[in-house]
Nanobody, 128 residues
């Protein structure tokens, strides 16, 4: 299993940038064996997929709403996944969660049901 802790959220003006981090502590398994993803949930809305990355970072996948603005990456030596968010919009306001999938390390999924472990979330607020 894996424990995930997100950080880096905060308040930013529209057009600004934030970098989210997700630190992982794994048990009896290497971090690179987990595909990782970012999801977000805005008030009153369903949780939605943002970005995903395979175990060694060879494959990335993005929601259409963030393509060209967000970049997901990982540093397996540091057991950390990042989400660089540029050109932020008020509609990006949400709680952002990272998630780990132990069964999809060679690919990346946009289905939240494929992910087994979740962080507590970090709030991102984008002002107009």
């Amino acid at each position: 299993q894996v424990q995930l802790v997100e950080s880096g959220g905060g308040l930013v003006q529209a057009g600004g940038s934030l970098r989210l981090s997700c630190a992982a502590r794994t048990v009896r398994r290497t971090f690179s064996s987990y595909a990782m993803a970012w999801f977000r949930q805005a008030p009153g809305k369903e949780r939605e997929f943002v970005a995903a990355i395979s175990g060694r970072g060879a494959t990335t996948y993005y929601a259409n709403s963030v393509k060209g603005r967000f970049t997901v990456s990982r540093d397996n030596a540091k057991n950390t996944v990042f989400l660089q968010m540029n050109s932020l919009k008020p509609e990006d306001t949400a709680v952002y969660y990272c998630a780990a999938d132990s069964g999809r390390y060679l690919s990346a999924s946009d289905d939240e049901h494929d992910y087994d472990y979740w962080g507590q979330g970090t709030q991102v607020t984008v002002s107009s």
